[in-house]
């Protein structure tokens, strides 16, 4: 619980129980399940509220997706949150795509810039050639680590360290703190910083019980979200770097490479592929939402 999410979640406990009469009951990622069966759950309403990224929504929300066409969403921290805070796309776009499947979407947030882990270092896509890179079961992070030029292979969070101690795969991708507490540095030798995506997650509840909230509970949830939205924003600045600095303490001789612009221009040049892709797989809204989305990003500056 003392990752990003889990910071989320006791935040949002918090602002429940001190403005309700309800309590809230917290379980750490993997205690239920796998990601499928999680999201599962709350649709059925075995569970009420559930935080999980879009990236294992794909195939039940194939406009979720947008979230991994590379080099989409600004680095910029503050200009990231601005764009989570006020886009139409995510504020009043996604909601009913989550609504057709029983999910009431409460708010989207990023969790950091996502790094790849490898056991040989990464300059450029020639490097990845040939490497067994673990993505989520997300048909566009498919697509998006095949333009990279790996081998995408979807697998459970949970068989991810056996994989690479085993050489199974040979390389991930997740935030650094993310890295830091999993301890992939353990099994992995080489970070890259591409600056091609910022990991996505989306905090949902069971629509049914939502919906079946009094307008006063109702709010006591929404103002809750709002409260942990701006708390794990702030709790974010410096993380990155604070969990890198944790990974080269007790891994010294890991190697942390920032790419250059110009290492990063053939990474760049794959992601009007990928957003092609998007388009065609991306579902019914797909060309819809990303037009709004690029609107939304271009108001905060950030394209």
């Not at 991994?68 to 503050?78: I, K, M, S, T």
């Not at 890295?179 to 629509?207: C, L, Q």
């Amino acid at each position: 619980m003392d990752e990003v999410q889990g910071k989320f979640a006791q935040k949002f406990k918090e602002e429940v129980e001190a403005n309700s009469d309800h309590s809230i009951q917290l379980f750490p990622f993997g205690t239920l399940g796998e990601s499928d069966s999680i999201l599962e759950q709350t649709q059925s309403g075995i569970l009420q509220f559930v935080d999980q990224s879009p990236g294992f929504t794909g195939a039940l929300i194939p406009e979720a997706q947008v979230f991994f066409v590379p080099y989409l969403l600004p680095q910029d921290e503050e200009k990231l949150a601005t764009f989570f805070e006020e886009s139409k796309a995510i504020n009043e776009m996604f909601p009913p795509l989550y609504a057709e499947q029983g999910l009431e979407l409460l708010t989207m947030f990023p969790e950091g810039e996502v790094m790849m882990t490898t056991t040989e270092p990464v300059t450029g896509p020639a490097d990845l050639d040939e490497v067994k890179f673990r993505v989520m079961t997300n048909p566009l992070l498919v697509e998006n680590y095949k333009a990279f030029g790996a081998t995408p292979t979807p697998l459970p969070w949970g068989e991810v360290y056996g994989a690479l101690q085993t050489g199974i795969i040979q390389g991930q991708e997740n935030p650094a703190f993310f890295i830091e507490s999993t301890k992939m540095y353990e099994v992995t030798d080489h970070i890259t910083r591409a600056g091609h995506n910022n990991f996505t997650t989306a905090v949902m509840a069971n629509k049914d019980f939502y919906d079946g909230l009094s307008d006063e509970d109702k709010t006591v949830v929404n103002n809750a979200i709002d409260a942990a939205f701006d708390y794990i924003i702030d709790y974010q600045s410096g993380l990155t770097e604070e969990s890198l600095a944790k990974i080269k303490e007790a891994k010294p001789s890991m190697t942390i490479t920032e790419l250059t612009e110009e290492q990063r221009e053939p990474f760049m040049a794959t992601a009007d592929s990928v957003e092609q892709k998007f388009l065609e797989i991306g579902g019914d809204q797909a060309e819809e939402l990303l037009t709004q989305f690029k609107k939304d990003l271009e108001a905060v500056g950030a394209e």
